[in-house]
């Protein structure tokens, strides 16, 4: 996901070829994208809004690979700009979103370790992305575009492995992660003295506990 999202960045260039009205106009998406992030992930959900917007950015990159730039056929370039500042508004979504789900998804005895490895990860992504924009651009014009279509969607499918945290507590241990969904509408945490406790989802604004 740090490799598409750095890549498309960079890729202001090869949208239009009016490098700065182009350079600008993802700068600008940018804006609203932090707010669309917090209503999805609250009204949606994290999975479907990071998978959603992940895919989107996915068919995106796809599309913009075979959208001619050529100035003669300005109609064409246009829609081309289009698509890629949809990329550019899908992916950077799902690459802040994915900060959220990702501290929810790991339980607190592994959660640094957990978010430095995804760190870890953006980074490479981050760092490949020139190497992508550049290297893969002397084999065709199209690759750039399509590797990063291919990783979006590879990373669409992977996360559908992985559960929806909206509306529940993270887990302490990694033994909660076993112990919650036994129970219907029930999660089960540690409370101050390192015992189980029960946390009713009917309302999971109410904060009170009945130790086990």
């Not at 070829?17 to 940018?30: G, W």
């Not at 129970?183 to 086990?212: I, M, Q, T, W």
Request: aromatic share 8%; proline share 3%.
């Amino acid at each position: 996901m740090g490799l598409v999202y750095y890549r498309v960045a960079l890729a202001a260039d090869d949208l239009g070829r009016e490098l700065y009205r182009d350079y600008i106009l993802a700068s600008m998406v940018e804006f609203p994208e932090f707010l669309l992030a917090i209503y999805l992930c609250n009204r949606c959900g994290r999975k479907i809004t990071i998978i959603g917007s992940t895919a989107l950015a996915s068919v995106a990159c796809m599309a913009v690979a075979f959208i001619p730039k050529d100035k003669g056929r300005q109609g064409l370039v246009t829609f081309r700009v289009v698509v890629g500042m949809i990329g550019k508004l899908s992916i950077t979504i799902s690459f802040n979103a994915i900060y959220t789900w990702s501290v929810e998804l790991h339980p607190t005895v592994i959660r640094s370790r957990g978010m430095g490895l995804l760190q870890i990860s953006s980074r490479v992504g981050a760092a490949s992305a020139p190497w992508v924009s550049e290297g893969l651009k002397s084999v065709h014009h199209v690759v750039p575009f399509l590797v990063m279509g291919a990783s979006s969607f590879i990373a669409t499918a992977l996360m559908f492995l992985l559960p929806e945290t909206k509306g529940k507590g993270t887990a302490e241990v990694i033994e909660d992660e076993k112990e919650q969904g036994k129970k219907l509408g029930v999660e089960f945490h540690r409370d101050s003295n390192g015992k189980n406790a029960e946390v009713n989802l009917g309302n999971p604004y109410k904060d009170e506990c009945s130790k086990l």
